[in-house]
């Protein structure tokens, strides 16, 4: 039987450079938290969405719901809901086990509450994100048993761990390590695991552009990605997140931005 797998969605970053909230930006008509969720649900078994604080979570929360929960079905989340008419997903939401400590406390909150073998984290400002990346590298991650970690490397030997697969066990005692010692880079964790560097050209076959790793943290990056939109293919939304979702009160008014 395959193993178990879960995906990370971090959401708590305050988007300063952006200045507004990068989880609510629409595109066509969702927001892109939701796109996110539509994604990872067909390669992982169970999603969980990492938030500022408890308030962020429930306004996360409420915001899925209006996507992807038929109306009268309001016991979707952390349970199994619907997405689209064939695939069903599990969701589940926690938040930054240290207030604003960055990108490492919300992998310590996530993977702690994942259950999968290996966990693919991303952030939730990956317009692109594709599907058959992420499976790839789950493979990348578990296939031969000696790595710990599938991790795309940029042709500057640059990291993306907010693209990657980790072992969830390892990799999240890694980060409560880290996290008590202080240590805010993503890339420490990263130095107790056995990593499978993948080089990113090494994805084109499946993403010529690379778009996947695409994400927004300027006004420049978000215009572009909406110029960039199109490429994105004939996807169309699940039924039901298209049909409320324009129930829903899309934009949702803004979070400000700490």
Not at 94 to 105: C, E, I, L, N, R
Not at 154 to 180: I, T
Not at 182 to 203: C, D, F, S, T, Y
Not at 210 to 218: C, D, R, S, V
């Amino acid at each position: 039987m395959e193993a178990m797998r879960s995906a990370v969605i971090l959401a708590g970053g305050n988007s300063s450079r952006l200045g507004e909230e990068k989880s609510l930006l629409i595109f066509d008509g969702m927001p892109l938290i939701c796109w996110a969720v539509e994604t990872l649900a067909g390669v992982a078994d169970e999603i969980i969405i990492v938030a500022r604080d408890e308030r962020h979570a429930g306004r996360l929360e409420e915001i899925i719901r209006a996507c992807f929960c038929s109306p009268g079905n309001e016991t979707g989340i952390g349970r199994e809901i619907e997405i689209g008419t064939d695939m069903h997903i599990e969701i589940s939401f926690s938040w930054d086990s240290v207030p604003g400590f960055g990108p490492v406390a919300g992998l310590d909150a996530g993977l702690s509450k994942a259950r999968g073998e290996f966990a693919f984290a991303t952030g939730c400002d990956l317009p692109f994100l594709n599907a058959r990346v992420v499976d790839r590298l789950f493979e990348l991650a578990g296939g031969d048993g000696d790595y710990e970690a599938a991790v795309p490397v940029q042709p500057n030997g640059f990291f993306e761990p907010l693209h990657s697969v980790y072992h969830r066990e390892k990799m999240g005692r890694s980060c409560s390590r880290a996290v008590e010692r202080g240590e805010r880079r993503i890339h420490a964790p990263l130095q107790e695991l056995r990593v499978n560097r993948v080089p990113m050209e090494l994805l084109r076959t499946i993403d010529p552009e690379l778009l996947t790793f695409f994400n927004l943290n300027t006004r420049e990056d978000l215009e572009r990605a909406r110029a960039l939109w199109p490429k994105k293919g004939s996807s169309v939304q699940p039924q039901a997140a298209k049909e409320n979702s324009e129930k829903a009160s899309f934009p949702f008014p803004p979070v400000p931005v700490r």
